[in-house]
């Protein structure tokens, strides 16, 4: 389990007669970029709840940097960072503000938290917009900004669930870039998105479809057992089978 920081064994999640996570099963290595994809209501959300701490599983096995998902899900919230596209910073907080709560809320100490706010800052260029409403930012601004946050603690481990939608190509590469840098730093980043192009960039990808991991494997070796051009042709060919609408 230690050469792990996800380890999933026939983990599942039902809603009453609804089976949304069905018995998936893999792992993830400490450092490693993972993609986990699948369409709207494949269970990939459900899933990453329950790695996450956020929803108990109903059956089946996991474990985040080596807590227990059903026994020890504070443990896994204070040892991992998150990210989405969704809701990710205050809006009515400025860049420094933001920083200072999320700060808090990972438990940085004072003198620890001033030393890296000064940091994050610096290498993302924000010094200037330290008291700029984070509302005011561009919204590829803000995921950087966002993802900065999301490791400011140092946490073994990241997921980042769609970070990069609605952002241009452009900025959408420059995040990746800072995805490269955490996981340089030892970080392992877990991440979910709907652009097949970003999934190219992952160590490994799995794709959900009906609520189980279809396969999973390197870009390279899934584009060559699908004799597929990309990713996102092996996603098309695997999602056409799928019998479950948007969940």
Request: proline share 2%.
């Given at each position: 389990?230690?050469?792990?920081?996800?380890?999933?064994?026939?983990?599942?999640?039902?809603?009453?007669?609804?089976?949304?996570?069905?018995?998936?099963?893999?792992?993830?290595?400490k450092g490693?970029?993972?993609?986990?994809?699948?369409?709207?209501?494949?269970?990939?959300?459900?899933?990453?709840?329950?790695?996450?701490?956020?929803?108990?599983?109903?059956?089946?096995?996991?474990?985040?940097?080596?807590?227990?998902?059903?026994?020890?899900?504070?443990?896994?919230?204070?040892?991992?960072?998150?990210?989405?596209q969704?809701?990710?910073?205050?809006?009515?907080l400025?860049?420094?503000?933001?920083?200072?709560?999320?700060?808090?809320?990972?438990?940085?100490?004072s003198?620890?938290?001033?030393?890296?706010?000064?940091?994050?800052?610096?290498?993302?260029n924000?010094?200037?917009?330290?008291?700029?409403?984070?509302?005011?930012?561009?919204?590829?601004?803000?995921?950087?900004?966002?993802?900065?946050?999301?490791?400011?603690?140092?946490?073994?481990?990241?997921?980042?669930?769609?970070?990069?939608?609605?952002?241009d190509?452009?900025?959408?590469?420059?995040?990746w870039?800072?995805?490269?840098?955490?996981?340089?730093?030892?970080?392992?980043?877990?991440?979910?998105?709907?652009?097949?192009?970003?999934?190219?960039?992952?160590?490994?990808?799995?794709?959900?479809?009906?609520?189980?991991?279809?396969?999973?494997?390197?870009?390279?070796?899934?584009?060559?057992?699908?004799?597929?051009?990309?990713?996102?042709?092996?996603?098309?060919a695997?999602?056409?089978?799928?019998?479950?609408?948007?969940?």
């Amino acid at each position: 389990m230690n050469d792990f920081a996800i380890e999933a064994k026939n983990l599942t999640k039902t809603f009453g007669a609804f089976t949304a996570v069905d018995s998936i099963s893999f792992e993830v290595s400490k450092g490693e970029i993972f993609g986990f994809l699948g369409a709207n209501g494949a269970g990939k959300t459900t899933a990453m709840k329950m790695l996450t701490g956020l929803l108990a599983p109903s059956s089946g096995k996991a474990f985040v940097n080596g807590f227990d998902v059903y026994t020890e899900s504070e443990q896994i919230k204070k040892s991992i960072g998150y990210m989405s596209q969704k809701f990710s910073l205050y809006n009515d907080l400025t860049v420094a503000e933001n920083i200072e709560f999320y700060g808090g809320v990972y438990g940085l100490s004072s003198k620890m938290l001033s030393k890296k706010t000064e940091e994050l800052l610096r290498s993302v260029n924000f010094t200037e917009l330290k008291d700029s409403l984070a509302g005011s930012l561009p919204l590829g601004w803000k995921q950087k900004l966002a993802f900065s946050i999301s490791v400011l603690h140092n946490p073994q481990l990241v997921f980042l669930d769609e970070p990069t939608g609605g952002v241009d190509p452009v900025t959408r590469r420059q995040f990746w870039e800072q995805i490269y840098e955490a996981s340089d730093r030892g970080i392992t980043v877990f991440v979910t998105t709907h652009y097949m192009d970003e999934a190219e960039y992952c160590d490994r990808v799995s794709i959900m479809v009906d609520g189980k991991i279809e396969v999973l494997d390197n870009p390279e070796n899934l584009k060559r057992s699908f004799s597929a051009n990309s990713v996102e042709d092996v996603f098309i060919a695997l999602a056409r089978g799928a019998k479950r609408g948007d969940s």
